[in-house]
Nanobody, 120 residues
Framework: QVYLKESGGASVPAGGSLRLSCAASGSISEVLTMTWFRQTSGKQRELVAAITSAATTTYADPVKGRFTILRDNAKNTAYLQMNNLKVEDTGVYLC??????????????WGQGTQVTVSS
């Protein structure tokens, strides 16, 4: 079995910072692109940032210059460093990853999400 788990969500004031983690665990041979999404109330799930296994990154326009996505391939973990947080960044942050497992082959895995609340 392969699992993906997010952590690091919290309540912070506007202008604050948070660092989220997305860790893959289990029987893993390879992890390709790891992607952060956020789900805000009343809106569709939106892509926030993505990072390939070669560390190529992509960001949504609203977070460019404020968020940084990183990964530690040895730990099968991606991080989302969020600075200068705004109220509109509030939501559930989820990650997914393309993971190769020796037992089951390639699969797109999702975590359960972690809540980020930014207050004015």
């Amino acid at each position: 079995q392969v699992y993906l788990k997010e952590s690091g969500g919290a309540s912070v004031p506007a202008g604050g910072s948070l660092r989220l983690s997305c860790a893959a665990s289990g029987s893993i041979s390879e992890v390709l692109t790891m992607t952060w999404f956020r789900q805000t109330s009343g809106k569709q799930r939106e892509l926030v940032a993505a990072i390939t296994s070669a560390a190529t990154t992509t960001y949504a326009d609203p977070v460019k210059g404020r968020f940084t996505i990183l990964r530690d391939n040895a730990k099968n973990t991606a991080y989302l460093q969020m600075n200068n947080l705004k109220v509109e960044d509030t939501g559930v942050y989820l990650c997914n990853a393309d993971i190769l497992s020796p037992a089951t082959g390639w699969a797109l895995k999702w975590g359960q999400g972690t809540q980020v609340t930014v207050s004015s």
